[in-house]
């Protein structure tokens, strides 16, 4: 089966998602030059940050995490593109264990009971053939080793692209877009919700209205990226 492997790596190579070069046998999806270098927020080292503002006042959050920051041109934002829309799933999962190793050396995540993933709505999960956000949790699941519940919240319609909306039409266009499965029975659990990345917030606010319908559960958040 090694065998096998080598021969296929010499015509199709594993190359890095980032730079482009041809990855070591101990390297996956991204080059370790390329990890050294992620342009890293640690958010979860500081007391007071964008992505914990953007909910102040609006809802009650324990954490919010995002891992690098989402610039123009920069080949990280393509590395979302390429979860997202390219089929790079297993990258995204990647990326998930990643960011979760790190986390949970500095402490965090210790307390969660749950992970949620930002729903698709069936039409585009359907089409694009994958949930990103749920592969992004399965990533994190298998660091912290909880459950991720991909049926607990969903989205009740489809919205337009929120691209070049500005603040107050992205919060409408998400309005009363999710909904918790009504079978739910959860209380007095710590939710970690998931999503790819976080402009204005407005997704993650709605799908946090929706969870405030649990009995006393705590809320944290955790994005790949944030726009700077």
């Known amino acids: 089966m090694k065998q ?8 199709y190579p594993n190359t890095c998602r980032i730079c ?9 999806y991204l080059c370790l030059h ?22 102040r006042g609006k809802i009650e959050i324990e ?4 891992f690098f920051y989402f610039t123009p041109n920069s080949n990280y934002r393509q590395l979302i593109h390429q979860i997202k829309y390219n089929g790079e799933k297993h990258c995204g999962q990647y990326m998930g264990t990643l960011f979760a190793q790190e986390l949970v050396r500095d402490g965090k995540l210790q307390d969660i009971d749950i ?3 930002v729903p698709l709505h069936r039409s585009k999960e359907r089409r694009r053939g994958y949930n990103q956000s ?16 991909s049926h607990l919240l969903y989205r009740k319609r489809k919205n337009e692209s929120q691209i070049h909306k500005s603040l107050y039409d992205r919060w409408l266009n998400t309005q009363q ?5 009504k079978s739910t029975n959860i209380e007095d659990k710590h939710i970690l919700l998931i999503d790819d990345v976080v402009t204005t917030g407005a997704t993650l606010l709605a799908c946090a209205e929706a969870l405030s319908g649990l009995k006393n559960c705590k809320l944290s958040l955790l994005t790949l990226a944030i726009t700077q």
């Open 115 to 117: 992970i949620i993933p």
């Open 34 to 55: 390329c990890i050294q270098n992620i342009p890293r927020t640690d958010f979860h080292i500081k007391d007071s940050h964008p992505a914990e503002q953007l909910f």
């Open 134 to 149: 749920e592969w992004i949790a399965k990533g994190i699941a298998n660091v912290i080793h909880k459950n991720v519940n």
């Open 177 to 181: 877009t999710f909904q918790l499965d």
């Open 20 to 28: 482009g070069r041809t990855l070591s046998t101990h390297e996956n």
């Open 63 to 66: 954490e919010a995490f995002s």
């Open 4 to 11: 096998i492997d080598n021969i296929i790596n010499l015509f």
